[in-house]
């Protein structure tokens, strides 16, 4: 019985190490002109569909994904390189604040370009600027708060001055007020019967309370 095992073991094995080696490896280096040439050639006569058998009917030593990444992101005619416009970059900022990093989408939206591009502009350029502009934002608001803290205190000093200045003044007149002596204002035993200096106290002491 173990024996029946261990001969199926090693034929399973044997038929994975022939898998193996039938198995045809691909060219995963820098695509050269001449091979950008054929896979232009065999799009043209089969068209950009079904990678897989356009790698094979090329005859180039490339897998299916790698003849799609080329002719998508290097080779097909309307494709734009460079030069991003300040209206594609307000629309990548846009779009990415939508979608966020479905690159594939965003590159939809703009016209001949592709994902890769727009990928690679985010990551050296657009990341970098939207970091610089929150730095600086953070900083106004701190330098703002800042300013608003030192106005409030000014205002607060000039407010208790203010209020120190009237409590003080309230005080002096309610002293002069303390200091009337209200007998000996209606004392008219020294005075002539038309005396009428008492008549000009009154009128000053009114005065006083206006």
């Not at 994975?16 to 950008?36: F, I, L």
């Not at 054929?38 to 990678?51: C, F, M, P, Q, R």
């Given at each position: ?38 896979l ?35 080779l ?10 300040d ?11 939508l979608l ?11 016209p ?41 205190k ?9 209020e120190?200045?009237a ?11 303390n200091?009337f ?30």
């Amino acid at each position: 019985m173990s024996t029946m095992r261990d001969d199926e073991s090693i034929l399973k094995q044997e038929g994975n190490m022939r898998k193996v080696s039938t198995k045809k490896e691909v060219n995963k280096g820098a695509w050269t002109a001449d091979e950008d040439r054929i896979l232009a050639e065999a799009i043209a006569i089969h068209g950009a569909k079904k990678w897989k058998t356009i790698a094979a009917k090329s005859g180039l030593n490339r897998c299916g994904k790698s003849c799609r990444l080329r002719w998508l992101n290097y080779l097909r005619p309307n494709i734009k390189r460079g030069n991003i416009s300040d209206q594609e970059e307000d629309l990548i900022l846009r779009l990415h604040k939508l979608l966020g990093n479905r690159w594939s989408l965003i590159a939809g939206r703009l016209p001949g370009r592709t994902d890769n591009e727009i990928k690679n502009y985010w990551n050296s350029h657009l990341s970098k600027k939207i970091k610089q502009q929150k730095e600086k934002q953070s900083s106004t608001i701190g330098s703002t708060r800042k300013s608003s803290r030192s106005d409030q205190k000014i205002s607060n000093v000039v407010q208790n001055k203010q209020e120190g200045t009237a409590k003080k003044e309230g005080d002096d007149h309610s002293n002069s007020t303390n200091n009337f002596d209200v007998d000996e204002f209606f004392d008219f035993s020294n005075e002539e019967p038309l005396n009428l200096e008492w008549i000009n106290k009154f009128l000053q002491v009114d005065e006083g309370y206006n």
